[in-house]
């Protein structure tokens, strides 16, 4: 078996590189050894603060496609600890991730180098053997059943009987027992390395996504006014610049859109266009990066604009953005971008800048790196879920919230923003909008979504999806033929 010190000297690297100086070559390394040896595909998911049973430390996660997930840990100081793994890896409230199944802790930070292999083979072996024990063989033992030989052990264990004689009844050696009986606890030959149940974990919030997390869990979301009033909420510690981004998933049509806007404009004072700008539609990377660097230092709104979640460029910038660190530098070094040096204030950027487009025949110049000083907000109709299949990093660096509500609530909503919504004409005049909004048509067809008649329309036409568009075209339909539109509602839903 090729020892992982062998695997750094075919890489021309040796154990010196393996230092507190080297933490994420360290970490890669680690994880191109755990692909290799067990067949994974684990790609780098984040680089996160944490605190695991008493000690403060830094966890390199990384994921495979089918949801395992090794975490390498270090202390804070950069020396190396211990590696956490994950049966599934999973996200929890707001920036927060599931508890790792195992840990495998070295004796020391030398010995993992010749240790890792070993280790990788016992954690493969124990869960291939876990798996058929505890799920195909069941056990008789004094009139119970118990499931695998792990718990049968345990019981004969608890009832005093030697060693030899569940060894005897068990027809397992020596080396098997001690695995049985130590749980989930199980050493190197030579002590070298100890894989036993994870230490619980937490990942360092700031006080204002910990206070978020705490009463997300408390509220009930089946209640359109609450999901509301906590996204006012959240909107807000955006705009006043206490968090760094939200993301708003769930069905169209119900006023996230406009919730933002108007606790950005009428709560807070903020000026579109000055304060904040809106990107909505498909977009590519080139054209999304360039607008966060043209608007580095403004609430950034994109609004049913799910192309930026697509490709890993995107991406990737998307998480610098959004990064908790005290500086949110954003890098894209790209036949695009124009090489700048680090560190420069964004006026020296904006002059380097200017001079590019002027010796480049006036061409747009975008910089390969800048600081982000603004916030994001992610405005989609995309699930939560989906979202987290294409980068499960992205939804962890957010607070987001879910607004889904059944047709009752929906409708509820709709009836509560009653006064806020106008309709336009389709067609301009002059350029210009046409308001078209009569206010008793609104209530006369808000009273008739409320109706027994158009819910049963609703069901004939397979539930069809109810929103504010909903309410807008019916009153539409009502402008232009008032003594008929009821008769045409089936079409226009």
Known sequence: MESFGEFLERRKLNEATVSPQNTDKTADLIISYFNKKLGKHYNIVDVLDAIKGSNKIKQALYKDADGSAVGVNFTTSGEFLSISVWNTLRLTGVGGWSQPDKDIVFKSQESFATALPAAIDALVNRTD??????????????GNTYTGKREVAQAMKKD???????????KVPASKLRKLLGSEEEAGEDGSFEIKVAEPQKFNESPEVSDAVDKFEETEYADPEIVFKQMDTMVKSVGQGINAALLITGQGGIGKSFGVGRVLKEVLGLVKGEDYVIMKGSTSTYAMYRFIYNNYNKVIIFDDCDSVFDGADSLNILKAVLDSGEERIVSWDTAGTVPVPAGISHEELEQMLAE??????????????FEFEGGIIFISNLSKDAIAKKDAALLSRCMNIDVTFSLEDTINRIKTCLPYIKYYAAKKINGQSVDITNEQDKEEVMEYMLSTDFKNILKKTHNAKVSFRTLINLCKLKASDPDNWKSCVDRAI
């Open 356 to 369: 590019y487009s002027a010796a480049h025949h006036n061409k747009p110049a975008v910089p390969s790196q």
């Open 129 to 142: 053997e876990s798996a058929i024990n505890e799920v195909i063989n069941t056990y008789k033992y004094n």
């Open 160 to 170: 005093g009987l030697s060693d030899l004689q569940i060894m005897t009844s068990l």
